[in-house]
């Protein structure tokens, strides 16, 4: 059996840290190294999203781990969309129709900085901070770093290296090409940047706490997410070039005449805005796919540094916190044979974040302009009464992602027949009450398998 005695995690990040602490909680001893400074005792520039969404699939991993206690205390409900249209009206849109079909705002940095404790207090698991990677050696199994701190070199000699060191990973770089794999990063022309609406008096949230705030606008969009301190998160997503786009608005004057005209019950809410929008960092949107994710028993990639996704179905942290558990279920179901594991666990997974990958960029088209669509709201209504008569058959593909733990692969390909079933069945109709509910459940029948999952 292959097993081996220590793991080497590359990463203190979300993925890495939860899957540390299970892989100590198993029995193993873990040496995690991690590129930044420790986030608990310094301020660290990450450049990355500062909210997340938590739904179905992270919150299985997070009770797996034993940890999901504590992070409730760190979550702010979102039970669906309130859009903020053009002519000032608002529109509420839940996310599903049970009481338990919500996800959970969170802070990366809060949520971050929870599972590097849990992971430190276990006495089989050590974080070691500010070491960058300077070498990977898959032959000797060598990991070479350098203390930022001390610029004191080391060479680390590994069993088992596990990359969960991000998009930009140096593992998944060194891995890939002795593996005679192949990688790609495909870039959106569309970035991002962060702004603030801060909290009201008495630490107030200055509109709707328990909702993911959008203002779609077509080809961009404007959305927000609560914080616990009553401030929302702000996040402007729009062209890099062209007209409107990052490049057009190069001015204070110009930006604000842009809010005014797009989002003038926003603009009234950040008083920041050029402050915020010119110092804070522009990022980027990209897909990371590769294959495969593992080399022989030494070395393996999940998390971003394997499948990096853009932000629209806020399933990057919960497609990586599936990763660990589907790890800890196959670790369980091949006794820790990990030359069992490491294939079966790629094959399994690479078509799941393939499929996420591509409904994550679908669902930005759906959140910046579908939604302005009379007819998507129809075929919303006309999905949560085909999931309440014919539950086995019918799930929301959006439920599908966030509510339940189906494949995304499965879900990808029954989310392409309900769509166009959706499609036919809507067409000619203004309302729920124009389609025949019998003839449209038939067709579900016809057309869909029990879920399985």
Known sequence: MNKPA??????AGLV???????????????????????MRREEVDSGRSINLALSERGIYALKMAGLMDQVEKL??????????????????????????????????SE???????????HPDVQVLFDQKCQKIDFEKNELSVIDEKTNQPRVHK?????????????????????????????????????????????????????????????GYMLIA????????TVTLFMPKRGKPSFEQLDEPDELIAFFKEQFPDALELIPDLKADYFSNPQGELGTVRCNPWYYQNDGLILGDAAHAVVPFHGQGMNLGFEDCSEIIRLLDKHHDDWAKVLPEFDSIRRPCANAIADMAIENYITMRDSVLDPKFQLKKELGFELEKLHPNCFIPRYSMVMFHRIPYDTVFQRGQIQTQLLNELVAGADELSDIDLMSAGKLVQERLSQIVG
């Open 6 to 11: 220590t793991i080497t995690i590359a990463g």
């Open 16 to 38: 890495g840290s939860l899957l540390s602490v299970m892989l100590g909680q198993r029995g193993y001893r873990v040496t995690v190294f991690e590129r930044r400074s420790d």
């Open 75 to 108: 979550l702010i409900p979102m039970r669906g969309r309130e859009l903020h249209l053009l002519n000032g009206t608002r529109e509420f849109w839940p996310y599903g129709q049970r009481e338990h079909e919500v996800i959970y705002s969170v802070s990366r």
């Open 111 to 121: 949520l971050n900085s929870l599972m590097m404790t849990a992971a430190e207090i």
């Open 158 to 218: 590994f069993e088992m290296l596990i990359g969960a060191d991000g998009a930009g990973s140096q593992i998944r770089q060194a891995l890939i090409p002795i593996a005679g794999g192949e990688s790609e990063s495909e870039f959106l022309d569309h970035d991002y940047k962060e702004l603030e609406i801060p909290a009201g008096p008495g630490v107030t949230h200055q509109i709707e706490k328990e909702a993911l705030h959008i203002w779609p606008r077509g």
């Open 225 to 232: 997410l609560p914080n616990l301190d009553g401030s929302f």
